[in-house]
């Protein structure tokens, strides 16, 4: 069973806490058997570079085990190989450089599958409860999200929520293509434009029309730009943010964060929240988690974006969470890997099973196959040849790694740019050829004969 939390700031939303503890219902969906032989890769990738890099899916940060287990990859190589200097240290090079497409792309991978395969935590809300839930601060593929805007409309909906705020980084973009969408298919869920404005603190913007960017506005006038559309300024993660608390509400912010993505704000923060009766809220940061922690809690009545506006303005709202999976202030590693170890249990581990068995079962395949063909000797390729397939390799390398980064780089997205499922289709296959490229090489170092 998952315990559920709630907090409220106003006796409305506190209402509504209590109400939607009891009423709602976290439904664990089961990773699908025909993903059984991706699974033990998203664990490695998962555990070896997510939880090395300090747990959040910082780019910056993933570049350095990246860079650490690539490097010991081609290490590892060339002190296995005693033939010509030269030959050994490309050989290296490649392992080297196709552990970081693998890995890399591997990352881009895993969270593709993991936002748009519908496995993991879903709320169950009853028909007739009197209120719905919400999450107002989503990322698109308009920024580094792993869903289009249409597809994170459908995503929430199949999660159980019925109002969804769409925020790129510093953009509308993504909330006005899912708004025109959700008119167009009159899906039962009400669509608030908005955008994380990234600036020293980041701030969640909703109901604005026009781009707030950083480059324009410090956090203060930011936070006036959004009244003057119109629109609601809450603080997100403010546990990471530039500016005190105190600071923000006196330039104006609606409210807090009190829930992003896993972690949950600390007393002081709770405390402020209660005692000025600003709005809270329980908000995911969408990317791709299949386990969406946290939701807003809203009065039935919440069906548009005025009225929703107005509900959290007035506090009639509440933030429920999942109080096992969520932790205070600091990113915690012990923790995070143990909660990686319960979903195993709860919703991995027959995918992962089959999945191992179905990896011993082509690793021997494999091993039998390549002991009877090494028998045969192989021979050194030709110079020509042997640079001609570093070459290739080193080309594919660029291309594929190329798509990616410009299929995930907002910045870079002018005209026409690769969707992720293009990008990682190209990876992979690229990946294949890589390693057997290199395989060719490796072959003949170890085992070949000078012609
Ligand atoms: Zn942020």
């Given at each position: 069973m998952d315990s559920l939390a709630w907090f409220a700031t106003t006796p409305e939303g506190?209402?509504?806490?209590?109400?939607?503890?009891?009423?709602?219902?976290?439904?664990?969906?089961?990773?699908p058997i025909w993903l059984a032989p991706f699974e033990p890769f998203q664990w490695l990738i998962t555990w070896l570079i997510t939880m090395v890099s300090t747990g959040y899916p910082g780019a910056v940060w993933l570049v350095i085990p990246y860079l650490l287990i690539a490097l010991l990859i081609g290490l590892t190589i060339l002190r296995r190989l005693r033939t010509i200097w030269w030959h050994k240290a490309t050989v290296a090079a490649i392992a080297a450089l196709n552990t970081l497409l693998t890995v890399a792309g591997g990352f881009i991978a895993v969270n593709w599958v993991n936002a748009v395969v519908p496995f993991g935590v879903r709320w169950v809300v009853a028909e007739n409860a009197p209120f719905a839930l919400a999450n107002?601060?989503?990322?698109?593929?308009?920024?580094?999200?792993?869903?289009?805007?249409?597809?994170?409309?459908?995503?929430?909906?199949?999660?159980?929520?019925?109002?969804?705020a769409i925020t790129d980084s510093n953009t509308v973009k993504g909330g006005k293509i899912a708004q025109r969408f959700?008119?167009?298919?009159?899906?039962?869920?009400?669509v608030l434009v908005g955008e994380e404005f990234r600036g020293k603190t980041h701030l969640v913007l909703l109901n604005i029309h026009s781009d707030i960017s950083p480059k324009e506005f410090d956090v203060p006038a930011a936070?006036?730009?959004?009244?003057?559309?119109?629109?609601?300024?809450?603080?997100?993660?403010?546990?990471?943010?530039?500016?005190?608390?105190?600071?923000?509400?006196?330039?104006?912010?609606?409210?807090?964060?009190?829930?992003?993505?896993?972690?949950?704000?600390?007393?002081?923060?709770?405390?402020?929240?209660?005692?000025?009766?600003?709005?809270?809220?329980?908000?995911?940061?969408?990317?791709?988690?299949?386990?969406?922690?946290?939701?807003?809690?809203?009065?039935k009545w919440a069906n548009t974006t005025q009225k929703v506006a107005q509900a959290l303005k007035e506090g009639k709202c509440a933030v429920i969470y999942l109080s096992d999976r969520i932790s205070t202030g600091e990113f915690n590693p012990l923790k995070s890997w143990i909660s990686e170890l319960k979903d195993l249990w709860r919703f991995r581990g027959t995918a992962n099973f089959v999945g191992i068995v179905f990896w011993i079962f082509v690793g021997r395949l494999a091993l039998l196959r390549n002991r009877k063909k090494l028998s045969s000797q192989s021979s050194f390729p030709s110079l020509k040849s042997f640079i001609l397939t570093c070459l290739l390799t080193l080309a594919l390398f660029a291309l594929s790694a190329s798509f990616l980064v410009w299929s995930m780089a907002r910045d870079l997205k002018q005209n026409w740019f690769p969707s992720l499922p293009t990008a990682i289709a190209i990876w992979v296959i690229v990946c294949?050829?890589?390693?057997?490229?290199?395989?060719?090489?490796?072959?003949?170092?170890?085992?070949?004969?000078q012609n």
């Amino acid at each position: 069973m998952d315990s559920l939390a709630w907090f409220a700031t106003t006796p409305e939303g506190e209402q509504l806490g209590k109400l939607a503890v009891q009423m709602v219902k976290v439904e664990w969906v089961p990773v699908p058997i025909w993903l059984a032989p991706f699974e033990p890769f998203q664990w490695l990738i998962t555990w070896l570079i997510t939880m090395v890099s300090t747990g959040y899916p910082g780019a910056v940060w993933l570049v350095i085990p990246y860079l650490l287990i690539a490097l010991l990859i081609g290490l590892t190589i060339l002190r296995r190989l005693r033939t010509i200097w030269w030959h050994k240290a490309t050989v290296a090079a490649i392992a080297a450089l196709n552990t970081l497409l693998t890995v890399a792309g591997g990352f881009i991978a895993v969270n593709w599958v993991n936002a748009v395969v519908p496995f993991g935590v879903r709320w169950v809300v009853a028909e007739n409860a009197p209120f719905a839930l919400a999450n107002f601060h989503t990322h698109t593929t308009q920024s580094n999200g792993f869903l289009t805007p249409e597809q994170a409309v459908l995503w929430h909906l199949q999660r159980g929520y019925k109002v969804v705020a769409i925020t790129d980084s510093n953009t509308v973009k993504g909330g006005k293509i899912a708004q025109r969408f959700v008119e167009r298919t009159k899906l039962p869920v009400t669509v608030l434009v908005g955008e994380e404005f990234r600036g020293k603190t980041h701030l969640v913007l909703l109901n604005i029309h026009s781009d707030i960017s950083p480059k324009e506005f410090d956090v203060p006038a930011a936070i006036k730009e959004t009244k003057r559309q119109g629109g609601i300024a809450i603080a997100a993660h403010p546990w990471t943010s530039k500016h005190g608390i105190e600071e923000l509400v006196e330039w104006g912010v609606d409210g807090f964060e009190i829930v992003n993505g896993s972690t949950l704000g600390d007393e002081k923060l709770q405390n402020l929240c209660e005692e000025r009766k600003l709005t809270a809220l329980g908000n995911l940061d969408l990317r791709s988690d299949p386990v969406p922690e946290t939701a807003t809690v809203l009065p039935k009545w919440a069906n548009t974006t005025q009225k929703v506006a107005q509900a959290l303005k007035e506090g009639k709202c509440a933030v429920i969470y999942l109080s096992d999976r969520i932790s205070t202030g600091e990113f915690n590693p012990l923790k995070s890997w143990i909660s990686e170890l319960k979903d195993l249990w709860r919703f991995r581990g027959t995918a992962n099973f089959v999945g191992i068995v179905f990896w011993i079962f082509v690793g021997r395949l494999a091993l039998l196959r390549n002991r009877k063909k090494l028998s045969s000797q192989s021979s050194f390729p030709s110079l020509k040849s042997f640079i001609l397939t570093c070459l290739l390799t080193l080309a594919l390398f660029a291309l594929s790694a190329s798509f990616l980064v410009w299929s995930m780089a907002r910045d870079l997205k002018q005209n026409w740019f690769p969707s992720l499922p293009t990008a990682i289709a190209i990876w992979v296959i690229v990946c294949l050829i890589n390693w057997l490229l290199w395989w060719r090489l490796m072959k003949c170092e170890l085992y070949g004969r000078q012609n």
